[in-house]
């Protein structure tokens, strides 16, 4: 079966059902509305959801909100949950096109260190990374000029401010910029 088939069913009055068809492991559910699900329908996001659906260790669904769309594999708006020990780790699934802040990273602490910290690492990130209303950083002000720097120097412009590190550029896709940005578009 071609994923040109994918077979969609109503699953309640904002709730549409991907039933698992060829090599899906569970269904795809899509909060919608009748109107945006057409709209959805018109790019490869649903197919994409039906393909999270098939990676190994996934748990229960692959879930699309009504905001999806198509990403690089893994649809923009969408989340699914992957059993630890049979699953797989996707960063594609948070959206790395956008730098959405979202790091893997590897530790020589083993689960139960790990839990035993979650309090103290928590604590530890919401001060180091800055995020959004109510954030910890309240000396970070950007007025349009500066705002325009950002848009046009990216995460150098960071990095020059002690909010990041050299290496982090060599780790950021085009260096953490964008060539070319004009903010005045």
């Known amino acids: 079966m071609g994923w040109d088939d994918l077979v969609i069913e109503k699953a309640g009055d904002f709730a549409w059902r991907i039933p698992p068809q060829g090599p899906m492991r569970v269904p795809g559910i899509v909060f919608t509305d009748e109107r945006l699900l057409e709209a959805i329908r018109a ?7 039906a393909n999270v659906a098939c ?7 692959s879930v699309a909100m009504p905001d999806v769309h198509s990403g690089y594999g893994f ?7 992957f059993d630890p020990d049979s699953g797989v780790v996707s960063p594609g ?16 602490l ?28 309240r ?9 325009r720097r950002v848009a ?8 020059e401010r002690g909010l990041g590190i050299a290496e982090d550029l060599e780790a ?7 060539s070319g940005a004009d903010p005045t578009w």
């Not at 790019?43 to 959801?49: F, K, M, N, R, Y």
């Open 43 to 49: 790019d490869s996001s649903l197919e994409q959801l």
């Open 55 to 61: 990676l190994p260790g996934i748990i229960k669904n």
């Open 75 to 81: 649809p923009v708006g969408a989340v699914a949950a």
């Open 93 to 108: 699934g948070v959206g790395y096109d956008i730098n959405c802040g979202v790091r893997l990273l590897s530790s020589n």
């Open 110 to 137: 083993d689960y139960r260190e790990f839990a035993e910290r979650v309090p103290e690492l928590t604590a530890r990130l919401a001060g180091d990374v800055p995020g959004g209303v109510g954030s910890a950083r």
């Open 139 to 147: 000396d970070l002000r950007l007025d349009r000029q500066a705002a």
């Open 152 to 159: 046009t120097q990216g995460a150098r412009w960071a990095v």
């Open 172 to 178: 950021i896709e085009e260096g953490g910029v964008i």
